[in-house]
């Protein structure tokens, strides 16, 4: 089964700083997708951004970037020039291949505080 | 626009009681799941559905039956609550299996 690990419970960063936050995963399987979420106080739960496994290039969407790196199984996110509402949950997920259940398993969390 | 829709968005019941959640999306998404949500685990799939007449089980199943008889509509059946079934539950829905998945508000249900 696959297992997602985010060992980070919390995360601090300072206004307008940059912070990266840390997942890691587990599979056997080499076409998947991965995706990290934000849920604020609000309880929503929003998607940040997706990474196809079989994309070489990093996705990136405005402040938020990932770092991918397939072959040790990593998938960290990088918020730049981070604002007081990135202040949330943060939850990494992987997702399996077509033509399977394609359930999508999900981290712990870490819990980003922005500070001023 | 409404996209998925949960009701009620909080529920108290008493062991032993039995209750629905209520999952509906408007965007003709084949996929719809259902998650719960406890403190320090993340989420974790109870069932999913991969169109009309078709669900299975996710990783905690137990509990908990689902249905789907139309493509809009994926209710979360409890057919004897228990305090370990306290917790948030997410009803989430994608277009196809490897979509993005849109989430809906969430139910914070509490069995006393």
């Known amino acids: 089964a696959q297992t997602v690990t985010q060992s980070q419970p919390e995360m601090s960063v300072q206004e307008a700083e940059t912070v990266t936050l840390s997942c890691t995963y587990d599979t056997s399987e080499s076409d998947y997708y991965l995706f990290w979420y934000k849920q604020p106080p609000s309880r929503q739960m929003i998607l940040v951004i997706r990474q196809e496994a079989y994309k070489q290039q990093n996705a990136t969407e405005n402040r938020f970037s990932v770092n991918f790196q397939k072959a040790a199984k990593s998938f960290s996110l990088k918020i730049s020039d981070s604002q007081l509402g990135d202040a949330a949950m943060y939850f990494c997920?992987?997702?399996?291949?077509?033509?399977?259940?394609?359930?999508?398993?999900f981290g712990t969390g870490t819990r980003l505080q922005v500070t001023l | 626009n409404a996209g998925v829709t949960q009701t009620p968005k909080f529920q108290v019941l008493k062991t032993g009681q039995s209750m629905t959640l209520q999952c509906a999306q408007d965007m003709n998404h084949e996929y719809m799941s259902w998650y719960r949500q406890d403190p320090g685990m993340g989420l974790r799939l109870i069932h999913y559905?991969?169109?009309?007449?078709?669900?299975d089980q996710g990783e905690v199943p137990n509990g908990y039956n689902v249905s789907r008889s139309t493509t809009e509509d994926f209710p979360l059946r409890l057919l004897s609550a228990a305090p370990s079934q306290t917790s948030v539950y997410f009803c989430?829905?994608?277009?196809?299996?490897?979509?993005?998945?849109?989430f809906g508000n969430g139910t914070r249900l509490t069995v006393t």
């Open positions: 559905s991969v169109g009309a007449g078709i669900t």
């Open positions: 989430a829905s994608s277009y196809s299996p490897q979509g993005s998945l849109h």
């Open positions: 997920a992987y997702r399996s291949p077509p033509g399977t259940a394609s359930k999508l398993t």
